[in-house]
C-alpha cells in the first residue's frame, strides 16, 4: 500500500524525459519517446498512478478475505468434483465479494476525492491546471482566492456526491446479493 504522494513523485519522475530511464531506452533504440505528462497521456499517467498507489491496499483487503475462507470449505468442493475454475467461481467470488464491495466503495470515494497525485505532479508539467479536479477546485477557491464559502460549498457538494454515488453503489450490491440469496 503505497502513499499517493509517494506514488506520483515515483512516477512523476519516471515519466520525465530528461531522468526517466524508460525514455533513455527508447532514445537508445531510437524510438518515439511519448510525452506522458501532456495532453491525453497526462489522464493515463495519473490514472496508472492512482491505481498502482491503490492496488496495494486492496489486494490486502482481498488477501484477506480468501484467507478466512475454511479449508473445510475447499476440500468439500474438490471431494465433490469441483474444477479449479468452479472452485473460483462458485467459492471464492462469492465469499469475498464483501470485500469486493469494500474495496470498489473505497475507490468510488477516493476518485472523488483525487488531490495529492495531480497536486504533486503539478510542478513537473505545465498540463495539470490549479482546479483539474474538484478538490484542487476547492483548494483553489479557498486558499488561491480567498473564498472560503465558495469552497465550502463545492466540498459540501462534493461530499454529497460522495454520499449518493457510495449510497446507490452499496443499494445495488445489496439488491444483487438478496437476489442471489433468493435463488
Given at each position: ?18 531522468v526517466?530511464?524508460f ?35 486492496n489486494?490486502i ?16 468442493a ?40 495531480p ?25 488561491g ?5 465558495a ?33
Amino acid at each position: 500500500a503505497i502513499p499517493g504522494v509517494v506514488a506520483a513523485l515515483l512516477w512523476g519522475f519516471l515519466y520525465l524525459p530528461d531522468v526517466s530511464p524508460f525514455y533513455f531506452v527508447l532514445d537508445e533504440l531510437g524510438l518515439p519517446q511519448p510525452d506522458l505528462l501532456d495532453g491525453g497521456p497526462l489522464y493515463l499517467a495519473l490514472s496508472n498512478i492512482a491505481v498502482w498507489g491503490g492496488t496495494g491496499f486492496n489486494m490486502i483487503v482481498i488477501y484477506t478475505s480468501l484467507r478466512s475462507i475454511p479449508a473445510e470449505v475447499y476440500e468439500a468442493a474438490k471431494l465433490d468434483g469441483a474444477t479449479p475454475l468452479q472452485i473460483a467461481l462458485r467459492i471464492k467470488i462469492p465469499m469475498v465479494a464483501p470485500s469486493l464491495v469494500l474495496t470498489f466503495f473505497f475507490s468510488i470515494i477516493a476518485t472523488l476525492q483525487v488531490f495529492s497525485e495531480p497536486t504533486t505532479l503539478k510542478p513537473l508539467t505545465n498540463s495539470v491546471p490549479t482546479t483539474w479536479s474538484p478538490l484542487m477546485k476547492v483548494y483553489q477557491d479557498a486558499f488561491g482566492k480567498g473564498d472560503i464559502h465558495a469552497a465550502a460549498a463545492q466540498a459540501t457538494i462534493i461530499a454529497l456526491a460522495t454520499l449518493l454515488l457510495s449510497f446507490g453503489f452499496l443499494r445495488a450490491a445489496n439488491r444483487r446479493q438478496k437476489q442471489e440469496a433468493a435463488r
